[in-house]
């Protein structure tokens, strides 16, 4: 989680992106923590994949070799899973999950600021463990 939230941080950083910074790493640790938690097999890796369009809309992907399920958040006060997922669905414009061979993929976006440069705007994907 530590790596997917740094490699994030300092990728924003290098695209110049401020706006909702600690949404987006939060969101980032939690996502990158149910893949490691529930869709990791052991020895495997996830991939975090990071978007940023010229509209200025940040898409964060994990993707992952597990199952396609992905649990509903659950707000009763009591339970011990699916807070995380409460928290992307709150700090996050939109998030959902995609199906993938093997497993799944989790996004979320952000509306963070337009691409200054002009450019068609910037993307990274990185293998984590």
Do not use: Y
Not at 5 to 33: F, K, N, P, Q
Not at 76 to 95: F, I, M, N, T
Not at 115 to 128: E, I, N, R, Y
Request: charged fraction near 25%; glycine fraction near 10%; aromatic fraction near 4%.
């Amino acid at each position: 989680m530590a790596v997917a939230r740094d490699l994030t941080r300092i990728t924003l950083t290098e695209w110049g992106v401020t706006h909702r910074h600690e949404d987006v790493l939060l969101c980032v640790s939690e996502l990158a923590t149910n893949a490691l938690l529930h869709g990791v097999p052991p020895n495997r890796c996830f991939r975090l994949g990071l978007n940023l369009t010229t509209d200025g809309v940040l898409r964060v992907e994990i993707h992952d070799s597990g199952p396609g399920e992905v649990r509903t958040p659950d707000a009763d006060p009591e339970s011990e899973h699916g807070r995380g997922l409460l928290l992307v669905a709150a700090l996050a414009d939109k998030w959902g999950v995609g199906e993938r061979d093997p497993g799944k993929v989790v996004w979320c976006e952000f509306r963070v600021a337009r691409c200054l440069d002009g450019s068609l705007g910037h993307q990274f994907t990185h293998a984590v463990r």
